[in-house]
């Protein structure tokens, strides 16, 4: 290669800094006498001046980082991607966050070979059924506590223990995700840092789809998709989060659960959507076995994510599968022990009436409105029902009551039967103190004013003086400590 003359900054800046013996000074050329001028003409091409070879001095390699010095295209062992800090100033993106290596960022933070589509694919599909079954089933239950006005009076009263099922299954499949979504963010981890996946350089099938590259965020629209992931991530664990406090009746929050788990509900639904729109190919791709080649690791992985998920079903899914009962070692409760074998979720305590009023009488309020005594209540005909109490919390248990049909107490106030009923309770404050039931559930020959419950008469936590019970309905809309029914 022919040498170079150095920039006058390149001679300024090494000299002591640079390694090996000072190279010596060029001598200064000797003096010739002008030429005279010549004629006015085309001005001759500069021919370059030659260098003295004692002037030569070979240029110094530049810092790794050292952003003064471009590198030439011969230079590069790739093309680099390039990012514009300001109009006139390009640099590779490459150089930048290389400092911001560390820790996760690392190139070997990750060594399984697990971090893989095809993990990642069979754990969400089974992550996917548990959560689609737990917005169904959530979904129902909002619509029979809160029915919306064009399907208030569509409402069935049969199955009779059809919430007592939807809703063991929005708890247990709630439950069960909680493991499930743990091994999926595992297995696609090291996608939030940036790294390509192990099998990417052992085998081309693996190879085929690579997810993860260096920076993290590579344009505006991959920042999108990223966000969309975040956005989904956290929403779901929000969302089992505040669940499972939900189930042990523990809500150190400011704002009201149900609306909130709701909203949350349809938030993460439609991530998830988007999600599986968007990786469609690389599901499609890695759904059926034998697509990549198995892993004694993966399999191993994957039957400890089934043990873990079927642990955690299994030791709470008693307070809802009779069955099961046995085996319930980490439910809050067990719907067989409690006060006249039956749980308690709202004490009268919490309720403030723990002591009935002396002169208590049931007001019903119609066309023919009356009042009745205790007395006078034990003294018409009595029924009997075997309904479950199902609550929200997951736990139900079925139990023997016995009262007045609550369609006869509104016949004699001459209520239609199309006509609702809205049931107000000694309660103060609360948000069921007032409950409205449709006609379905009004006119159900099994739906009872409850007096007594497994041959006993009601205590105050269960509700005395008379309660609601009826069939396929929440737990908190059987109003307990009931004080008059009205007739809309």
Same mark, same amino acid.
């Given at each position: 290669?022919?040498?170079?003359?150095?920039?006058?900054?390149?001679?300024?800046?090494?000299?002591?800094?640079?390694?090996?013996?000072?190279?010596?000074?060029?001598?200064?050329?000797?003096?010739?006498?002008?030429?005279?001028?010549?004629?006015?003409?085309?001005?001759?091409?500069?021919?370059?001046?030659?260098?003295?070879?004692?002037?030569?001095?070979?240029?110094?390699?530049?810092?790794?980082?050292?952003?003064?010095?471009?590198?030439?295209?011969?230079?590069?062992?790739?093309?680099?991607?390039?990012?514009?800090?300001?109009?006139?100033?390009?640099?590779?993106?490459?150089?930048?966050?290389?400092?911001?290596?560390?820790?996760?960022?690392?190139?070997?933070?990750?060594?399984?070979?697990?971090?893989?589509?095809?993990?990642?694919?069979?754990?969400?599909?089974?992550?996917?059924?548990?959560?689609?079954?737990?917005?169904?089933?959530?979904?129902?239950?909002?619509?029979?506590?809160?029915?919306?006005?064009?399907?208030?009076?569509?409402?069935?009263?049969?199955?009779?223990?059809?919430?007592?099922?939807?809703?063991?299954?929005?708890?247990?499949?709630?439950?069960?995700?909680?493991?499930?979504?743990?091994?999926?963010?595992?297995?696609?981890?090291?996608?939030?840092?940036?790294?390509?996946?192990?099998?990417?350089?052992?085998?081309?099938?693996?190879?085929?789809?690579?997810?993860?590259?260096?920076?993290?965020?590579?344009?505006?629209?991959?920042?999108?998709?990223?966000?969309?992931?975040?956005?989904?991530?956290?929403?779901?664990?929000?969302?089992?989060?505040?669940?499972?406090?939900?189930?042990?009746?523990?809500?150190?929050?400011?704002?009201?659960?149900?609306?909130?788990?709701?909203?949350?509900?349809?938030?993460?639904?439609?991530?998830?959507?988007?999600?599986?729109?968007?990786?469609?190919?690389?599901?499609?791709?890695?759904?059926?076995?034998? @697509?990549?080649?198995? +892993? %004694?690791?993966?399999? /191993?992985?994957? =039957? *400890?994510?089934?043990? #873990?998920? &079927?642990? $955690? !079903?299994?030791?709470?899914?008693?307070?809802?599968?009779?069955?099961?009962?046995?085996?319930?070692?980490?439910?809050?409760?067990?719907?067989?022990?409690?006060?006249?074998?039956?749980?308690?979720?709202?004490?009268?305590?919490?309720?403030?009436?723990?002591?009935?009023?002396?002169?208590?009488?049931?007001?019903?309020?119609?066309?023919?409105?009356?009042?009745?005594?205790?007395?006078?209540?034990?003294?018409?005909?009595?029924?009997?029902?075997?309904?479950?109490?199902?609550?929200?919390?997951?736990?139900?248990?079925?139990?023997?009551? @016995?009262?007045?049909? +609550? %369609?006869?107490?509104? /016949?004699?106030? =001459? *209520?239609?039967?199309? #006509?609702? &009923?809205? $049931? !107000?309770?000694?309660?103060?404050?609360?948000?069921?103190?007032?409950?409205?039931?449709?006609?379905?559930?009004?006119?159900?020959?099994?739906?009872?004013?409850?007096?007594?419950?497994?041959?006993?008469?009601?205590?105050?936590?269960?509700?005395?003086?008379?309660?609601?019970?009826?069939?396929?309905?929440?737990?908190?809309?059987?109003?307990?400590?009931?004080?008059?029914?009205?007739?809309?």
């Amino acid at each position: 290669m022919d040498p170079r003359t150095p920039e006058p900054h390149d001679r300024e800046e090494d000299g002591p800094k640079a390694n090996g013996p000072e190279p010596a000074k060029p001598s200064k050329p000797t003096e010739t006498p002008k030429s005279p001028p010549l004629p006015e003409a085309a001005p001759p091409s500069k021919a370059p001046v030659p260098t003295p070879p004692s002037a030569v001095r070979p240029k110094p390699e530049a810092p790794p980082n050292a952003g003064a010095v471009r590198p030439t295209p011969g230079e590069l062992a790739e093309p680099q991607t390039t990012i514009r800090v300001s109009r006139d100033v390009d640099f590779p993106l490459s150089l930048l966050p290389q400092s911001l290596r560390r820790g996760p960022f690392r190139e070997d933070a990750f060594t399984s070979v697990l971090h893989e589509p095809r993990t990642t694919v069979v754990v969400g599909r089974w992550l996917g059924a548990a959560l689609v079954v737990c917005f169904m089933t959530g979904l129902l239950s909002h619509v029979l506590q809160q029915p919306p006005t064009w399907l208030r009076d569509h409402l069935p009263s049969r199955p009779v223990n059809g919430y007592r099922v939807t809703q063991g299954l929005h708890v247990i499949s709630g439950i069960a995700a909680i493991p499930l979504l743990g091994a999926k963010l595992w297995a696609v981890y090291p996608r939030l840092f940036g790294h390509k996946l192990l099998g990417d350089s052992h085998d081309p099938r693996l190879r085929k789809s690579k997810l993860f590259e260096w920076p993290p965020v590579r344009s505006v629209l991959h920042a999108l998709e990223r966000l969309g992931i975040a956005v989904l991530v956290s929403t779901m664990l929000l969302e089992l989060f505040i669940g499972l406090l939900n189930i042990l009746e523990w809500y150190p929050w400011p704002f009201p659960f149900r609306q909130t788990h709701f909203w949350l509900a349809w938030v993460a639904t439609g991530g998830l959507l988007v999600h599986v729109a968007a990786k469609g190919p690389m599901i499609a791709q890695h759904w059926r076995r034998g @697509s990549v080649p198995g +892993l %004694r690791q993966r399999r /191993a992985f994957l =039957g *400890a994510v089934t043990v #873990a998920a &079927v642990a $955690v !079903t299994a030791t709470t899914a008693g307070q809802t599968v009779p069955w099961l009962r046995r085996l319930t070692l980490f439910a809050p409760r067990r719907p067989d022990l409690g006060e006249l074998g039956l749980p308690v979720t709202r004490t009268a305590a919490q309720a403030n009436t723990t002591v009935t009023p002396p002169d208590w009488r049931l007001r019903i309020d119609g066309p023919r409105p009356y009042e009745l005594t205790m007395d006078q209540l034990l003294a018409l005909p009595q029924s009997e029902s075997r309904l479950p109490i199902a609550c929200v919390e997951g736990w139900s248990a079925s139990a023997h009551w @016995s009262g007045v049909r +609550l %369609r006869d107490l509104l /016949a004699r106030a =001459g *209520a239609p039967p199309t #006509a609702r &009923v809205r $049931v !107000t309770s000694l309660e103060a404050n609360g948000p069921y103190r007032v409950m409205e039931m449709p006609a379905a559930f009004a006119q159900d020959p099994l739906t009872l004013l409850a007096l007594r419950v497994n041959g006993r008469v009601l205590t105050a936590d269960h509700g005395y003086p008379a309660r609601i019970i009826a069939p396929n309905r929440p737990g908190v809309l059987q109003t307990k400590w009931v004080a008059r029914l009205e007739v809309i």
